[in-house]
C-alpha cells in the first residue's frame, strides 16, 4: 500500500451505471483521494502515480457483506491486518465484519476496536453487533449505543436466534432507529449435527444430513417474523430453492426484506464432497446441481441482491483432520469476483455482475454511494473481466488457507483498489 | 498374477466388480487352507499389521487378528480407551507415531465417516476400512456377499432384503453398492425414521412391510438394532420394534418359501431375530464368521501383494 497524493488511471473503462461516464474509456485524475478530472489522455505537470494495465476496468469500490476477521481472540485464524489485505487483494474496499469473535461485539467498545485497529487502512471496516448479549441468545444486546457508535448493522451470524419470540423483539426493537437486522437461517434442531446437504452423496458418504428443509423453516419463521413486526431484514447466505419462492413471495408484498448468495454455492455442488475434502465443509452446505442452478437463476431474477464471501479463514488443525471434527467454513473475499464473473458472464452485463458486489450491498446496508465523478472521493476497483488465471497457495493473502479453490481457473480479477486517498495495486 | 484396481480397501464404492470377484476367488482358495489340520500359511511373513480400533469391536476385530495370524503376519493392536487420544493426539499423529515403527498395512475402525480415507491421503500405509462411522463397512459386505454366493452360486438377478436401522449402518450401505455391483436388487426394510430419504436414488426399493418383503426376496440380511448410535429415539422401545419388524419362525414359516438368513451379529435375540430362527437351517450366520476369516486374509493378501508389485 502506498500513500500517494497524485495518481492517474491510465485508459480504463468505466463501469459505473451511476456516472455518465459509463461504458467509456478514459482517464481519471486523482489528488488527495479526491477524483479531479476524467477525460482522454489527462496531462498534469506535477509528479504522480501512474496505474496502466492491460484491459483496465475500473468500477465503484466493491463491498463484502459477510467477513469474519479473527479480531479480538481469534488471531490465528486471521488478524484485521491479514483479512483487510485478502480483501484489498480481491478487490474490495469495504467488508462489513461479523461480530462472533472473542469476545463477541456486543458492546461499543469491541465496535470503537474494530473502527479504531481498520482507520489507517485502505480497507473500511464496517462493523456488525450481537443482537444478543455474547451471541447467548438470552436477551438483546445494547444495538442502539453500538449503531451510534457505528456498528453498520446486528446479527448473532451463524448462531442465528432460534427463539421466535426473541427474534421478534430484535426486529422490533431495531425500529427506534431504522437498525438492520442480518441473520442467516438454519433450524438447529431440524439440522442436528448436520454435517453435508442431504442427498445421494450424504448417503453414499454416511455424513450426517444437513435438508434444505432446515432451512426453509428457518425462512419462513424469519419472514413470518418480519411481517408481523413490519422491520427491515437481511437474510444472509441463503442456498435452497424454497428460500427463493419464499423471498420473492415477500418481495411481492413489499415486505423490507434482502437476500445474498455465498460466492462457493454458484460454482460448487455436493458431489465435488465425495473426497471428503474439508475444505468444502461449509454451512450451509454445498448443494445439489439443480439448487445450484436455481440460486444463479435467482440471482438473475432479482430474488438474491448480494454476492458475499461468507469469508471464514480456519487454522489447518481444525480442517485437516476427519469431517465430522473439522470446522465449518471456506475464505473467499479473494474469490468473490473470480466465481461470480465465470459463473454469470455469459447470462449478465458486466455493470449487473458489479452491482451485485457494490451498489446493491450498499443499498442493504443504506451507506452513500460512490460515484466515479468529478469531485467525487475516490472508491474504486480496478479489475479485468476477461484476464484467465490460476487461483494459488502463493496468492492467498488470509493467514487461513483453508479454500478449495487452489489450482482452480477462473476468468476475471481484481487488480487493485484505491480508496481513503491510498492505492493498493495487486502484485 | 492379477491385482486388485485399489491400493487400499476404503469401501465398496471404489471396487469394481472383478475386484470383488479376485477377492471372493482368493477366499475360496484361504477356505480351504482354513479347513487343513494346520491353518496357517508363510504368506505375509514379511508384513507388519496394525489393528488400530478408536470404537469397540469383538468379532470384526477377532476375526483381523485370525486371518492375519494365519496369513503369518507380525500383529500390533491398538484400542482407543487406551490411547492417547484421549490426551489430545490427533489421529494423524496417532497413527504416524505408529507407522514410525515401522508398519505396512493399518486395519482402521474409527467412529468417523471417511477417517479411513483420510489417512489414506495423510500417511504412507495401506489402509484397511474396517469399519468407519455411518460409511462403509466393505469386509463384512464382501464376506456376506460371498456367503449367499456360496450357497446360491450366484447373486446375479437375486432378491436381497435389508432389514432393520439403515440410516446409521454402515453394513447396509456396503452391502447395498457390492450387491448391486454383482447385479442383485435390492430391497430395505424398516421403521420409515431409519430410511435415508435418498435411498430409492440409488435403485433401492424402500419398504416398510416385513411380511411383504420377506415373501419378495431370496435372502434376508437381518440387521442388528444400534441403540447406541441413536441419539434421538426413532421407534419407542425395542418391544414395539420387534412387533413391527422383528423376524419370526410363524412369519417365515407363513410365507411357504426357502429364504436365507443372515446377521452380521452381534443379535439382539427376540428383538430383530428371534431364537428359533437364528438356530434354524434357513440361517447361514456362522457360516458368515467363518467365511469372515477367509475374505478377510483375501484382502490382506491382495493389497500386500498390490503394495510389494510397486517395489
Redesign the interface.
Known amino acids: 500500500m502506498e500513500l500517494k497524493n497524485n495518481i492517474i488511471i491510465r485508459n480504463a473503462k468505466i463501469i459505473d451505471v451511476n456516472s455518465k461516464h459509463h461504458n467509456s474509456k478514459k482517464d481519471v485524475l486523482i489528488i488527495n483521494g479526491i477524483i479531479k478530472e476524467i477525460k482522454k489522455n489527462i496531462e498534469f505537470e506535477l509528479p504522480y502515480f501512474e496505474i496502466k494495465k492491460n484491459n483496465l476496468h475500473i468500477s465503484p469500490g466493491w463491498i463484502d457483506l459477510h467477513t469474519r476477521l479473527g479480531e479480538p481472540g481469534l488471531e490465528h485464524r486471521e488478524t484485521i491486518i491479514t483479512g483487510l489485505k485478502s480483501a484489498a487483494d480481491g478487490g474490495f474496499t469495504s467488508v462489513v465484519v461479523m461480530p462472533n469473535t472473542n469476545p463477541p461485539v456486543d458492546k461499543k467498545s469491541e465496535v470503537i476496536f474494530l473502527l479504531k485497529e481498520g482507520a489507517d487502512n485502505i480497507v473500511e471496516v464496517l462493523p456488525t453487533g450481537c443482537v444478543t448479549e455474547k451471541c447467548q441468545q438470552k436477551k438483546i444486546s445494547e444495538m442502539y449505543d453500538m449503531h451510534l457508535h457505528g456498528a453498520i448493522a446486528f446479527t448473532d451470524d451463524k448462531k442465528n436466534i432460534q427463539n421466535a419470540k426473541l427474534m421478534s423483539i430484535a426486529l422490533e426493537y431495531v425500529k427506534n432507529f431504522k437498525g438492520l437486522i442480518m441473520t442467516t437461517n438454519l433450524d438447529n434442531n431440524f439440522n442436528?449435527n448436520g454435517q453435508i446437504n442431504?442427498?445421494?452423496v450424504?448417503?453414499?458418504?454416511?455424513?450426517?444430513?444437513s435438508?434444505e428443509l432446515s432451512e426453509d423453516l428457518m425462512v419462513m419463521r424469519n419472514l413470518k417474523l418480519l411481517e408481523y413486526t413490519n422491520s427491515k431484514l437481511h437474510l444472509s447466505t441463503i442456498s435452497t430453492k424454497n428460500s427463493l419462492r419464499q423471498i420473492k413471495a415477500a418481495k411481492t408484498k413489499k415486505l423490507k426484506v434482502s437476500s445474498d448468495v455465498a460466492a462457493h454455492q454458484l460454482i460448487l455442488n455436493d458431489e465435488s464432497l465425495r473426497?471428503?475434502d474439508t475444505n468444502l465443509k461449509v454451512m450451509p452446505p454445498l448443494r445439489d446441481e439443480l439448487t445450484r442452478k436455481a440460486l444463479i437463476k435467482g440471482i438473475k431474477d432479482g430474488i438474491i441482491d448480494a454476492i458475499s464471501s461468507d469469508h471464514s479463514p480456519i487454522e489447518i488443525?481444525s480442517k485437516?483432520?476427519?469431517?465430522?471434527?473439522a470446522e465449518f467454513g471456506i475464505i473467499g473475499l479473494e474469490t468473490v469476483f473470480p466465481i461470480t464473473n465465470t459463473i454469470l458472464k455469459d447470462d449478465l452485463k458486466l455493470e449487473e455482475i458489479i452491482q451485485l458486489i457494490s451498489s446493491n450491498p450498499r443499498q442493504i446496508l443504506g451507506i452513500k454511494q460512490p460515484i466515479i465523478i468529478e469531485n467525487q472521493k475516490a472508491n474504486i476497483t480496478l479489475f479485468d473481466p476477461d484476464l484467465k488465471w490460476y487461483y494459488q497457495e502463493d496468492d492467498i493473502q488470509s493467514l487461513s488457507k483453508n479454500s478449495p479453490f487452489i489450482n482452480h481457473q477462473f476468468t476475471g480479477k481484481s487488480l487493485g483498489i484505491i480508496n481513503k486517498g491510498d492505492v493498493y495495486i495487486k502484485e | 498374477m492379477k491385482h486388485l484396481s485399489v491400493n487400499h480397501l476404503l469401501g465398496i464404492n471404489e471396487l469394481s466388480q472383478e475386484d470383488i470377484q479376485l477377492i471372493f476367488h482368493m477366499a475360496d482358495s484361504f477356505n480351504e487352507v482354513l479347513n487343513r489340520p494346520i491353518k496357517k500359511v508363510p504368506t505375509l511373513r514379511d508384513v507388519t499389521v496394525a489393528n488400530l480400533f478408536f470404537e469397540s469391536s469383538t468379532r470384526t476385530k477377532i476375526s483381523f487378528e485370525l486371518a492375519e495370524k494365519r496369513l503369518s503376519a507380525d500383529i500390533v493392536n491398538f484400542a482407543a480407551n487406551l490411547s492417547s487420544l484421549s490426551k489430545g493426539e490427533s489421529l494423524i499423529d496417532t497413527v504416524n507415531n505408529i507407522l514410525a515403527m515401522r508398519v505396512d498395512v493399518v486395519v482402521l475402525r474409527h467412529p468417523n465417516p471417511g477417517a479411513a480415507y483420510f489417512l489414506s491421503k495423510n500417511v504412507d500405509s495401506v489402509i484397511i476400512n474396517a469399519g468407519d462411522g455411518c460409511h462403509e463397512h466393505p469386509s463384512q459386505a464382501l464376506l456376506d456377499s460371498y456367503s449367499i454366493q456360496q450357497k446360491l452360486g450366484s447373486i446375479k438377478n437375486k432378491k436381497i432384503l435389508i432389514v432393520g436401522d439403515i440410516k446409521h449402518s454402515r453394513v447396509a450401505l456396503s452391502n447395498i453398492l457390492c450387491l448391486q455391483k454383482l447385479g442383485a436388487k435390492v430391497r430395505v426394510c424398516g421403521p420409515s425414521t431409519l430410511i435415508p430419504k435418498f435411498l430409492t436414488n440409488m435403485n433401492v426399493e424402500v419398504s416398510f412391510d416385513i411380511k411383504d418383503s420377506l415373501k419378495w426376496c431370496d435372502v434376508a440380511n437381518i440387521l442388528r438394532i444400534q441403540i447406541e448410535r441413536q441419539n434421538l429415539n426413532f421407534f419407542p422401545s425395542s418391544r414395539e420394534y420387534a412387533m413391527l419388524f422383528g423376524v419370526n419362525k410363524k412369519i417365515l414359516d407363513n410365507i411357504n418359501k426357502d429364504i436365507l438368513i443372515l446377521h452380521p451379529g452381534p443379535i439382539n435375540r427376540g428383538v430383530e431375530v428371534t431364537s428359533d430362527v437364528v438356530d434354524s437351517n434357513k440361517s447361514i450366520i456362522l457360516d458368515q464368521v467363518s467365511n469372515g476369516v477367509a475374505i478377510r486374509m483375501a484382502i490382506l493378501y491382495l493389497l500386500s501383494a498390490k503394495m510389494k508389485s510397486k517395489y
Open positions: 442436528k442431504e442427498g445421494v450424504s448417503t453414499e458418504l454416511g455424513l450426517e444430513p435438508p473426497n471428503f488443525e485437516k483432520c476427519e469431517f465430522n471434527k
